[in-house]
């Protein structure tokens, strides 16, 4: 059964920290790895990531994936109250597509 | 605008009742997934199709049912078989390129 595990489960901010969010998983047939931003309804897509190394940016946030050790970390710099999410890891298989989420990360950035 | 509609927002349901969740979505998408949120833990998938008139079973399928006579919808039904229902359910679409669009979701509450 594949296996997506995250952490740390939550964690409480100051504006302008860096946060550092983990995420490990262990799929049979690994397709990609996703991140997703969750406030209330639905998942925002924020990155894909297929190679090992390869950090992907978008503003303050980028991630990498280590596909040796089966792992990627996801990191915010300098953060506002409107980071405050639960950001979500999901692995995709080869098969159907088919995403195992992990149980996610609440992050609450303070004013 | 293309998207994924998901209605109702909110459901309330009495015990032993049949719901039925819709899901429509106008992107052309081949592949739709229903997932089930409940607090603290990740998206589970409860169906999934890959193309019209066939789907498969996710991971915790028991108590629930779905047709796909047409590309665009993906009804969702809880039976009263499903003893605990009581959770955030999330319809998504897929097709080739980037990850997933998902829907608003539907605020299922027994009651």
């Known amino acids: 059964e594949d296996k997506v595990v995250q952490s740390p489960l939550s964690l409480v901010v100051h504006e302008g920290d860096t946060v550092t969010l983990n995420c490990s998983y262990e799929?049979?047939?690994?397709?990609?790895l996703l991140w997703y931003k969750q406030e209330k309804k639905a998942p925002t897509f924020l990155f894909m990531l297929?190679?090992?190394?390869i950090e992907k940016k978008s503003g303050r946030l980028s991630s990498i994936l280590d596909k040796k050790e089966l792992f990627s970390i996801l990191n915010i710099t300098a953060t506002q109250t409107g980071d405050s999410a639960v950001y979500l890891c999901a692995v995709e298989g080869l098969e159907d597509y088919k995403l195992s989420f992990g149980a996610g990360t609440t992050v609450t950035v303070r004013a | 605008d293309g998207g994924i509609t998901q209605s109702p927002k909110y459901l309330f349901r009495k015990e032993g009742q049949n719901v039925t969740l819709s899901c429509e979505q106008n992107l052309n998408h081949d592949a739709m997934y229903w997932y089930r949120q409940d607090p603290g833990q990740g998206l589970r998938l409860i169906y999934y199709?890959?193309?019209?008139?066939?789907?498969q079973k996710g991971d915790i399928a028991e108590g629930y049912s779905v047709s796909r006579e047409k590309k665009e919808s993906f009804p969702l039904t809880v039976t009263s078989a499903q003893k605990n229902p009581t959770a955030f359910y999330l319809c998504?679409?897929?097709?080739?390129?980037?990850?997933?669009?998902f829907g608003s979701g539907t605020r299922l509450t027994v009651v």
């Open positions: 297929t190679s090992s190394g």
């Open positions: 199709s890959q193309i019209v008139n066939d789907f």
């Open positions: 998504a679409s897929r097709t080739g390129g980037i990850g997933y669009t």
């Open positions: 799929v049979t047939n690994f397709r990609s």
